[in-house]
């Protein structure tokens, strides 16, 4: 079975233009994640979706953030406009979600540079 | 809120030696348990995962973690460890029930000497 599915595996982009990050997730799941990693702060977890609804956006970091998941097998997340402190690895993760316990999958990230 | 600790950010070890990574949990109840290994420039594979029974878990890789509830700890193990082992390894918790937000913990790189 294919994996989480991640693109661009790496972008280098200029301050004040806009990333736009795109998922797959692996076919069957109702769970969807967005985390970012830095070294700084490790991994965290920015939005949550199930069902396609975003249920937990609380580690957004701010407007210029925005999250959507049209339907079960795509979800992007959109920085406008970027900004250096963007930089890192974002990560989209899916489970499936039956309530008594899920695993994650991970796909490869989406390596952010915003010079 | 739950939370994960793992005290140790760095670890060496020879090549062929054992192997035990800490990590221990906050949560109110019993939570589901994990371990990730990430190696440079990939995403994160899971190791092994706890829901309930057995506290004991094999994973794949070699390695085991074993869940003690009243110390909240999931130590992750090896008996043996490869070169290939050199990784970052990051434990994680979610509630057992509801929304599974899973926190990871800080990490934990490891080295492998020869």
């Known amino acids: 079975d294919a994996g989480v599915i991640q693109s661009p595996r790496h972008e280098v982009t200029e301050m004040g233009q806009e990333v736009t990050l795109r998922c797959k997730p692996i076919?069957?799941?109702?769970?969807l994640f967005w985390y970012r990693q830095t070294m700084m702060r490790g991994l965290e977890l920015l939005i949550y979706f199930n069902n396609n609804v975003p249920i937990d956006d609380s580690g957004m970091p701010e407007d210029r953030f925005s999250a959507k998941m049209p339907n079960a097998s795509f979800s992007t997340l959109k920085i406008q406009p970027s900004e250096p402190r963007d930089s890192a690895v974002y990560f989209c993760?899916?489970?499936?979600?039956?309530?008594?316990?899920?695993?994650?999958?991970f796909g490869e990230g989406s390596w952010l540079t915003v010079v | 809120a739950q939370s994960v600790t793992q005290p140790d950010i760095h670890i060496t070890v020879s090549e062929g030696a054992s192997l035990e990574l800490r990590c221990n949990y906050s949560?109110?109840?019993?939570?589901?348990l994990f371990w990730y290994v990430q190696s440079p420039g990939q995403g994160l594979q899971l190791l092994l995962k706890?829901?309930?029974?057995?506290?004991l878990v094999q994973g794949i890789k070699g390695f085991e973690a074993e869940f003690k509830r009243s110390q909240s700890s999931f130590n992750l193990r090896k008996p043996s460890v490869h070169w290939s082992d050199a990784a970052e390894y990051f434990c994680a918790v979610s509630p057992s029930g509801g929304y599974q937000k899973v926190t990871f913990g800080t990490g934990t790189k490891l080295q492998v000497i020869p």
């Open positions: 949560y109110g109840a019993t939570p589901y």
């Open positions: 076919s069957g799941h109702n769970s």
């Open positions: 993760a899916s489970s499936f979600h039956d309530g008594s316990g899920n695993t994650i999958y």
């Open positions: 706890y829901f309930s029974g057995d506290t």
